[in-house]
């Protein structure tokens, strides 16, 4: 939402108080659908309410209000166009963000940010609390929610990748692992970029059918495999780079410690280690990393680290943090070196 000056505090406090009503806003544009409507050109509100299902008046208020906080664009009577913020909405769009926007504002991530507080007391994740179960079982047992919770870091991840591809030099590696893969697009993309690479992409049981997918029809499965199976008990053996896109953040100190230690263990002392995640920059500096760091609590109990949490994570399994570089999205790639056994 609009900021307001900051010498203005109880005017930026209530925006601030107030800013779940733009999640909601945004939340039940994704769910009807309004930007693939809107797709086409500026239409009136009447006619958007007839083709989404919804009441004219009550859904010609939120148009405004979303033309309000830049998202539309109101037009002379009562028309609407989008505007390039509200392009990411479109289901069409590269890096869709509307499935993010369905799965934040479905009651299934915000019950459990309602229970917050429950986190900040006791150290546990809220989600447990709100729906009985940690979350990764719950998608388990929702298949619906679980293929939105994919859609979403699907949309994420396309971004992220474009970053990570342009950030680093993979030419030197021969065989990449991607532990905790899931669907398999971070080594698709990095064997389209390779032409010499091959890839095995490590992840749940569940997860098999997409993976398997997506890797035919990029036509990668002549360099490509998919593994089923859990890396806190084995990882494939002898890669030359070692992935963990978004997988350490998910969990605490001892548990990161023994996925990473099971990666030394499969891999030869001349391959690298590369943990792609959000690095806490120094205190004060406002970051998308501290945010997100609340969100790993309340959703799983993970969290994002600072660069000495991550150096010291590493040590502790066996490597040397090399270097961390950054890239254009939030994600910087952490780069460990093994140490000799």
Known sequence: MP????????????????????????????????????????????AIAAAVGAAPQPLYRLLRALASIGILQEGPERTFALTPLAHPLRSDAPGSL????????????????????????????????????????????????????????????????????????????????DVGGGRGALVAALLKAYPHLRGIVLDREDVT????????????TERASFVAGDFFQTIPRDGSAYLLKSVIHNWDDAAAETILRNCRRAMPVNARLIVIERVI?????????????????????GQERTEDEHRALLQASGFELA???????PLSLIEGVPRPA
Not at 41 to 46: C, E, F, L, M, V
Not at 133 to 146: D, F, Q, W
Not at 209 to 220: D, K, P
Request: charged letters at 15%.
């Open 98 to 177: 509307r499935s993010t926007a369905l799965l934040y504002g479905d009651a299934v991530f915000w019950n459990a940010y309602g229970q917050m507080l429950h986190s900040i007391r006791t150290g546990e994740p809220a989600f447990e609390l709100a729906h009985g179960e940690p979350m990764y079982a719950h998608l388990a047992s929702h298949p619906a929610t679980a293929s939105l919770f994919h859609e979403a870091m699907s949309g994420f991840s396309e971004q992220e990748i474009t970053a990570i591809l342009k950030a680093y030099d993979f030419s030197s590696f021969t065989t990449l692992v």
């Open 323 to 329: 270097r961390i570089i950054p890239t254009a999205s």
């Open 209 to 220: 059918a997409g993976a398997q997918r997506l890797l035919a029809e990029a036509g990668l």
């Open 3 to 46: 900021q307001t000056d900051d010498a203005n505090p109880h005017a930026r406090m209530r925006e601030l108080i107030m800013g779940f009503r733009a999640s909601q806003f945004i939340y039940v544009a994704a769910k009807l659908g309004l930007a693939d409507e809107l797709a086409n050109g500026p239409r009136d509100a009447a």
């Open 281 to 301: 920059p120094a205190p004060n500096i406002p970051s998308e990393a501290k945010l997100f760091d609340i969100n790993m609590l309340v959703t799983v109990g």
